[in-house]
């Protein structure tokens, strides 16, 4: 993996990458979550290392450990990742959304256990805010890059997602595919950016997520130039 890119193509960068699922709680003990592993995410950061950055991993919890050279950063629900990553947005250079962020979160967890009574119980939840679109609009911007994980219409819901949430570039998994994606170890996927020419793109076959990081390292460095 280390021989797709040369090494210090991001020397001197300052990276900020999301990771993982996030927690919303219900209550003390329970909590709405997802299946991401956090590999991806971890992938990118050693990838990020490798290329001479400097990193700072927002984490959610996830089975892994702390990257070597990375300064890692755990949280647990979207807002407290929105938090950390807004309080490093000051010389960030480039940030690379890869957490698989709970979209919302239950309207107001319980202070204390919820007990079993009803036959039947509803939760309202809430929408969470969009840590990615957050960074992304900030002033000044840092290269943003985001995932699409979809299960259908892939190039046009990841294309969507680059121009709402304002990115330079968006890599979008076929999440329908159970062989790669969500808590696999492999992954595919396609690059697309947008340059003077229009919307452009690179498609990147099955592979092992360490590669597939240092393929996104590399078009990121070489889109920032
Ligand atoms: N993302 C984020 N904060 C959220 C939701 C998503 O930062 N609250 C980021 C993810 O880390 C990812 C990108 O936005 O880089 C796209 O996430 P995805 O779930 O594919 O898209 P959504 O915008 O949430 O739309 P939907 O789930 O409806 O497809
Ligand atoms: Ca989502």
């Not at 890692?72 to 480039?94: V, Y």
Request: glycine residues 8%; aromatic residues 4%.
């Amino acid at each position: 993996a280390q021989s797709l890119f040369q090494s210090g193509v991001l020397a001197g960068q300052r990276v900020v990458i999301t990771a993982g699922p996030t927690r919303e709680p219900l209550d003390p003990v329970r909590y709405i979550s997802n299946h991401s592993s956090g590999k991806m995410g971890y992938a990118l950061a050693r990838a990020a290392v490798e290329a001479g950055a400097s990193v700072d991993l927002i984490s959610g919890p996830v089975a892994l450990s702390a990257p070597d050279r990375v300064k890692l950063h755990r949280i647990g629900t979207a807002q407290e990742m929105l938090e950390a990553s807004l309080g490093l947005l000051h010389n960030c250079d480039i940030f690379i959304g890869c957490a698989a962020v709970a979209d919302y979160r239950p309207a107001d967890a319980a202070v204390q256990k919820i007990k079993k009574s009803a036959d039947e119980v509803s939760l309202q939840l809430v929408k969470n805010p969009d840590v990615l679109a957050r960074v992304a609009g900030h002033s000044p911007k840092p290269f943003s890059v985001g995932f699409a994980a979809e299960t259908e219409k892939l190039r046009e819901h990841a294309l969507g997602k680059l121009e709402r949430k304002g990115l330079n570039m968006i890599v979008a998994n076929d999440v329908s595919d159970s062989r790669i994606g969500f808590n696999s170890e492999n992954n595919a996927a396609l690059l697309l950016w947008r340059d003077d020419a229009g919307v452009r793109e690179r498609e990147v076959e099955q592979c092992s997520k360490d590669v597939l990081a240092a393929v996104v390292i590399a078009q990121i460095a070489s889109l920032k130039g």
